[in-house]
């Protein structure tokens, strides 16, 4: 059993920058490919990003590639999505995951998640 806990939401204008946090506990967190994905009402669990349980590996989707870096820490069980230049369409809220297989980019693939944190980006 793995426990997520995200933080780092918040209201930002567009164009401005947050960082998230999603702290594990419980098993071996080294042991978890990570990917963060995002949720807006009404509409499907987006992928984000992941990365693999080295670090090694990372993947993006397209519409954040280049303003979005997903990184983490074993040694202090946390995974981070540093976010830059945001813009209004990546107002969601931002769940992290955690898997034992490799990194993927379907939500269903995922066995743990956290509750998510709230990103509300404005004009």
């Known amino acids: 059993q793995v426990q997520l806990v995200e933080s780092g939401g918040g209201l930002v204008q567009a164009g401005g920058s947050l960082r998230l946090s999603c702290a594990a506990s419980?098993?071996?967190?080294?042991?978890?490919?990570m990917g963060w994905f995002r949720q807006t009402p009404g509409k499907e669990r987006e992928f984000v990003a992941a990365i693999s349980y080295g670090g090694i590996a990372t993947d993006y989707a397209e519409s954040v590639k280049g303003r979005f870096t997903i990184s983490r820490d074993n040694a202090r069980m946390t995974v981070y999505l540093q976010m830059n230049s945001l813009k209004l369409e990546d107002t969601a809220l931002y769940y992290c995951a955690a898997r034992g297989v490799s990194t993927s980019r379907y939500s269903t693939d995922y066995r743990y998640w956290g509750q998510g944190t709230q990103v509300t980006v404005s004009s």
């Open positions: 419980g098993r071996t967190f080294s042991n978890y490919h």
